[in-house]
């Protein structure tokens, strides 16, 4: 068993590792946000967090894969193009001190910086035009600090929790941002969530996309597929 002490960066570098094997993996939160480790039940005192190693279970979880060009990256937690991609660009590029309240300060203080680029999706068997303010392809459900954008995802059913949020405004992100934190962004009118194995999305132009926090840049078409049950994760059942 391989413990990854950090957070989302340093558990996908570690499991990216292990991918395949018969290694377990845990974490051990000391990161920002922590969001696979809270999308795995793990606890975020790091006591019991290294008690789990004793006391969790053995699960197989499924991973997400990207395709952008010639390139391939691999998600554990959840990967997105838009906004949440965009201030992940400004956090991870910024000195000082990092956590939930310098993510919120740089949400406010960058939105009019922010422009949704169009975007044409393929996804179960259908096509959607739109301009997502943030389209989030997720395996668990939390982007961090308890903020859940995909309440419903699961880690290990072999599908991904699509959300398409569109037409946020300043003032509707005012208004609702607390629903990221109780587990009710999908009663959104403005929020459309579904289940699905892969994603294709033709961007007419560059756009920032994340995988688990993670930022690139690309104006190439991008396939996010789920690999099923691929990581063995040591983690409470």
């Not at 969001?35 to 979880?61: D, F, S, V, Y």
Request: aromatic content about 10%.
């Amino acid at each position: 068993m391989v413990a990854s002490a950090g957070g989302d960066g340093t558990a996908n570098e570690t499991a990216q590792g292990l991918l395949g094997s018969e290694t377990a993996m845990t974490i051990i939160p000391y990161g920002s946000g922590n969001g696979l480790a809270r999308g795995l039940r793990i606890p975020m005192n790091k006591e019991k967090a290294i008690r789990t190693i004793l006391t969790g279970r053995p699960r197989l979880i499924d991973v997400g894969e990207i395709t952008d060009g010639e390139k391939r990256k691999l998600f554990f937690g959840f990967s997105g193009i838009g906004y949440d991609a965009f201030i992940g660009k400004l956090f991870n590029d910024r000195t000082g001190r990092r956590g939930l309240f310098s993510y919120i300060y740089l949400s406010i203080v960058s939105y009019s910086k922010f422009k949704p680029v169009p975007l044409r999706i393929k996804v179960n068997d259908k096509e959607i035009f739109t301009n997502p303010f943030v389209l989030a392809v997720a395996n668990t459900g939390e982007y961090g600090n308890g903020a859940k954008i995909a309440p419903h995802a699961i880690p290990d059913d072999g599908f991904f929790e699509l959300c398409i949020l569109q037409d946020m405004t300043m003032f509707k992100g005012l208004l609702h941002g607390w629903r990221l934190f109780d587990g009710s962004i999908d009663k959104m009118a403005e929020m459309t969530m579904l289940r699905t194995t892969k994603v294709e999305v033709f961007p007419e132009s560059s756009v920032y996309y994340h995988a688990d926090g993670e930022t690139e840049q690309t104006s190439s078409p991008l396939v996010f597929s789920i690999l099923p049950l691929q990581l063995k994760m040591i983690a409470p059942m």
